[in-house]
C-alpha cells in the first residue's frame, strides 16, 4: 500500500514556475515507478511525465517536453516536478500516481494522489 501527498499548486502567472512534490508513505517507494497527470475541467485526465524506479528514465509528454523536469528522491521518499515556463493550457489539478511498472495511461496506476490545483493567469 502507498499514500501519496501532493503539494506545492498555486496560481502563477504565464512564464512563471512552480514545483509540485508528491509525498509517498511506505518502505517500498523506491520500487515504484512514479508519473505526474493532469486533469483539467471537462476533460480528460493525461499524462504529464513519468519517471522509473531509479530515475534514471524519463517520459514526458510532447506538451511539456522542455519545460517541466521530474525527478525523485527515495532516500525522502518524494517525488517532484518542476514545470517553468507555465502556460494558461497547463491550467489543471495535478496528481501524482504510483505503479510497479508504469507507463502512459492512466489505468495502470494502482495508487493516485488527492491532487493539487495548479492556475496559470494570462
Known amino acids: 500500500q502507498v499514500l501519496l501527498v501532493e503539494s506545492g499548486g498555486g496560481l502563477v502567472q504565464a512564464g512563471g514556475s512552480l514545483r509540485l512534490s508528491c509525498a509517498a508513505s511506505?518502505?517500498?517507494?523506491?520500487?515504484?515507478?512514479m508519473a505526474w497527470f493532469r486533469q483539467a475541467p471537462g476533460k480528460e485526465r493525461e499524462f504529464v511525465a513519468g519517471i522509473n524506479w531509479s530515475g534514471s528514465t524519463t517520459l514526458y509528454s510532447d506538451s511539456v517536453k522542455g519545460r517541466f523536469t521530474i525527478s525523485r528522491n527515495n532516500a525522502r521518499n518524494t517525488v517532484f516536478l518542476q514545470m517553468n515556463s507555465l502556460k494558461p493550457e497547463d491550467t489543471a489539478v495535478y496528481y501524482c500516481a504510483a505503479d510497479t511498472v508504469g507507463g502512459l495511461e492512466s489505468a495502470l496506476y494502482d495508487y493516485w494522489g488527492q491532487g493539487t490545483q495548479v492556475t496559470v493567469s494570462s
Open positions: 511506505g518502505r517500498t517507494f523506491s520500487s515504484y515507478a
